[in-house]
């Protein structure tokens, strides 16, 4: 399971600030979230059990820039107050400390809850922190223009270049170095790494966890 918890990058945003960001990202994902399940309000928090909305959740922050993003591995227990607790929890809170340190570059921290032995298994999450980071960078340096292109396109399908060329009066040319520059679709395939790294060392350590190690 995976947790991400975000707190805010300067000022406290207030609730509806919050709640805003939450819709928004449901769109975003094209599905239906619970609330924000943190316990203080300026914060943000969200379980999935999809790495793919994991990646999504965590480029949409990096490219609002008001962020700091956690993402923590691990098992979550939900109370019938709705608090959830568990070591994914408690690896999301590390994870998002880390990220608001000051100097960060891309503020993004990922966090095993309970390392796997061996340095290949352990090093899984680093991994997908590192590609994480780096697309992060990516998205952060696009350019208005360049987003007004790119948010009206449909990953993987062909022939959109004249269809948004059209709607925001530009030429097919145009569209098309503002694809280029952005590397959007290398940022698309790289995203299907770095789900692969989540759920690898996800199910590194529940079988650490089931194993009793």
Do not use: C
């Not at 707190?7 to 939450?22: I, M």
């Not at 300026?42 to 999935?48: G, I, K």
């Not at 004249?162 to 590397?183: D, F, H, P, W, Y």
């Amino acid at each position: 399971m995976f947790v991400v918890t975000m707190t805010p990058r300067s000022a406290e945003p207030s609730e509806h600030d919050v709640a805003s960001f939450h819709q928004n990202l449901e769109e975003q994902l094209g599905v239906d979230l619970p609330g924000s399940r943190a316990t203080d309000a300026s914060w943000y928090r969200q379980v999935f059990s999809s790495s793919q909305h994991v990646v999504e959740a965590a480029l949409y922050a990096m490219r609002l820039a008001t962020w700091n993003v956690g993402i923590g591995i691990g098992a979550v227990t939900e109370h019938d107050d709705s608090a959830l607790t568990g070591s994914g929890v408690k690896a999301a809170d590390l994870a998002v400390s880390l990220a608001a340190k000051q100097g960060q570059l891309v503020p993004l921290r990922v966090e095993a809850a309970k390392p796997p032995r061996g340095v290949e298994q352990t090093q899984l999450g680093k991994h997908a922190q590192s590609v994480l980071q780096l697309l992060g960078h990516v998205v952060t340096r696009r350019s208005a223009a360049e987003w007004a292109v790119l948010d009206r396109l449909v990953p993987g399908v062909r022939g959109q270049q004249r269809r948004v060329a059209n709607e925001l009066g530009m030429t097919v040319q145009a569209v098309s170095q503002a694809i280029k520059r952005s590397l959007y679709n290398t940022e698309h395939e790289v995203r299907a790494a770095v789900s692969l790294l989540l759920d690898q060392a996800d199910a590194a350590v529940n079988i650490q966890s089931n194993s009793g190690l």
